[in-house]
Each structure stands twice: as C-alpha cells, then as structure tokens.
T-cell receptor, first 115, second 115 residues
Framework: DGGITQSPKYLFRKEGQNVTLSCEQN?????MYWYRQDPGQGLRLIYY???????QKGDIAEGYSVSREKKESFPLTVTSAQKNPTAFYLC??????????????FGPGTRLTVL | AQTVTQSQPEMSVQEAETVTLSCTYD???????LFWYKQPPSRQMILVIR??????QNATENRFSVNFQKAAKSFSLKISDSQLGDTAMYFC????????????FGTGTKLQVIP
C-alpha cells in the first residue's frame, strides 16, 4: 500500500534535548511538508521541500531543522531552541508540477511531549 | 496572503440528519483551490472534498457536498445522512494554484454525531 508513515507515534523529550521525527512516503511525491498542530489552532507550516537537497522555511521554522537527502524521506529535528515544542506534528506530501496543484496527503502524526 | 475562517468551533447533529459547516476565506488570487479535511480521533488528516475556484459547479463526494460562493468567498460543507463515523474535527483549507502550494488552514470545527 502506498502512503506516508511517521514514527514514532508518541515521543517524549527532556528539556534541552534534540529529537528527530521521521517521515517516509512511497507515493513518489516530489514535495513534502511538516506542520505543527496545537489545540484550538489550525495547522501551521514549519518547513517544506519541493526537491531533494532543497527546502524552505514555513511560517514557524524557528527551533526546527530538516533535511531532504532522499525523495522518500523528510525528517524533522526539534532542537532545544524551540521554546514550546509540545505539540502534534504532521507530515504531508504531494505531487508538484508546473501550473499544477495537487492535494496534500498526510501521515498519521507524531505526538511530542516535553517533560 | 490567504486567510481561512471557521466561525463554528463545535457543532452537533443527530444521526441520519444533515449538517452544514461554514467556512469563509480571503485571497487576492484568481486561481486557487479549496479543501475540506477531516481529522477523526485517530488524528489522521483525511481529504474529504476539493473544489477548484475556476469551476462553477459545486464539488460532491458521496454524502459530502460543498456550497461554493466565489463572490462571497464562502465555502461550506454539507454532510447528508450523518453517520457516527463522521464525528471528527473538520478543517477548511485553501491554496493558490500552480507550483508550490502553501496550504492555509482554518482553526477547525468539532463535529459530534449523536446516535
């Protein structure tokens, strides 16, 4: 089955630690995205990538970092610089092309809690 | 910049009845897409329906349909014959057509289907 996987489902972090959230897709999508979801708010874009070895900051990139070494993978690192990292994190992917807009499909998410 | 507003934080509907969720948006673009996503308790974001702004015909998908009023910048979702499995958060979203697509999400409406 094609889809997007995220791991782990739940993640606990001590203050001052960096943690990495995994996102893998086998849909052959070019673009991948990371969103943060907080209670009472919609999804906010952290980072996105349209092609391997290239990525751009979204609306709330401070305290986060990403890499895109493979088309299928787009891991997100939550650094100690992120002041309030407890949230639900969603990864998404989509096809992308000239003049074409395609729907974003989402993974199951990772719940990060800072202890 | 795009904005998406969902003014109903919570709604409820009796099983088998019809319910309409409201969404308004603002954009300066002429060519854009609108979406409704469903997020059940599992928290997986699932695409419900998609509307292309240049199409006048309202999109439908089984029991789900939209009322797209372009001049009023309104995009409501109608769920007919509500089922218990429709209980979820519903997010309205918009994106500009073409190339990279930054999706802007509303804050969501929590729908409870009552047996």
């Amino acid at each position: 089955d094609g889809g997007i996987t995220q791991s782990p489902k739940y993640l606990f972090r001590k203050e001052g630690q960096n943690v990495t959230l995994s996102c893998e897709q086998n849909l052959n999508h070019d673009a991948m995205y990371w969103y943060r979801q907080d209670p009472g708010q919609g999804l906010r874009l952290i980072y996105y990538s349209q092609i391997v070895n290239d990525f751009q900051k979204g609306d709330i990139a401070e305290g986060y970092s990403v890499s895109r070494e493979k088309k299928e993978s787009f891991p997100l690192t939550v650094t100690s610089a992120q002041k309030n990292p407890t949230a639900f994190y969603l990864c998404a992917s989509s096809r992308i092309g000239q003049g074409r807009t395609d729907t974003q499909y989402f993974g199951p998410g990772t719940r990060l809690t800072v202890l | 910049a795009q904005t998406v507003t969902q003014s109903q934080p919570e709604m409820s509907v009796q099983e088998a009845e019809t319910v309409t969720l409201s969404c308004t948006y603002d954009t300066s673009e002429n060519n854009y897409y609108l979406f409704w996503y469903k997020q059940p308790p599992s928290r997986q974001m699932i695409l419900v329906i998609r509307q292309e702004a240049y199409k006048q015909q309202n999109a439908t998908e089984n029991r789900f349909s939209v009322n797209f009023q372009k001049a009023a910048k309104s995009f409501s979702l109608k769920i007919s014959d509500s089922q218990l499995g429709d209980t979820a958060m519903y997010f309205c979203a918009s994106t500009v057509a073409g190339g990279y697509q930054k999706v802007t999400f509303g804050t969501g409406t929590k729908l409870q289907v009552i047996p």
